[in-house]
Each structure stands twice: as structure tokens, then as C-alpha cells.
């Protein structure tokens, strides 16, 4: 019977070990990973970002407010081939309105609301101003 106790308290032990040591890799990698976002989910997301990161306050679905419409924007980065993820992340110039009182506009919307989010939240602005545009032309 003690033999039974010990061999207990000895698996106990060792699991204790095993847990402390799950532990300490998930501290060490941070939170895990989740799988990919479906589609639906992006353009939820991105709509919600559009909004909260203050896109739209200059850019409507449609029609022009202070800047071109998302319609309008999409438009000119399919025409051109562009990547709307890589200006949103300040790696490449601005294609659809590029006067310098515009791009300064835009720089700074971009360095103050869009510089701390990650490139699944700015990926998810994009398939958002993506299905938009589909929208559009249906």
C-alpha cells in the first residue's frame, strides 16, 4: 500500500514538473497562436478598424469626403496593380491622391492611428475596402 502512495505522489510530482514547464514555453512565446481569420471575419474586423481607426472620417464607402471614397481608391490600386496593405504600412507612396497637402494628411492619419496595429488588422482593412468595392459592382 505505501509503495502505491509513493508511485502516486511521484506521477503528481512529475506532472507538477511537466505543467511549470508548459508554463514557461507559453510565457516564453507569448500567447498562442489562433488559427487564420475566415474571410467573413476580416471584413468584420476591418470594418470595425475602418471605423475605430478613423478612416472614416475622411473616406466614405461611395461618395468623396475629404479624401476619395473607398470605391474610388480600390478602383485605382486594381487598375494599377497595387498593394493597399504596403501604403497602409508606409512602404510605398500614395497612387490616388497625391497632392502634398493630401499626403501629408494621409501620413499623418497613418503615422498616428495605423503605425501599432499588426498585419492581420491591416490586412483585414484591406479585405474590408476589398469587399466593398465588390460591393459596388454587383
Known sequence: MMRLFIFFIAILVLNSC???KKTEKNDKKGAPERPEL???SKIFLGNRL????TCITCHAVNSKKIGPSVVDIM?????NNADIVAFLKGNSKPI???TASQV???QTNIDGFLKKITDEELN???TYMIHVDELSNK
Open 104 to 106: 501629408a494628411i494621409m
Open 50 to 53: 475602418f471605423s475605430e481607426k
Open 38 to 40: 475566415s474571410h467573413d
Open 96 to 98: 490616388v491622391d497625391s
Open 18 to 20: 511537466n505543467a511549470d
Open 75 to 79: 478602383h485605382v490600386y486594381k487598375k
Open 124 to 126: 483585414a482593412i484591406a
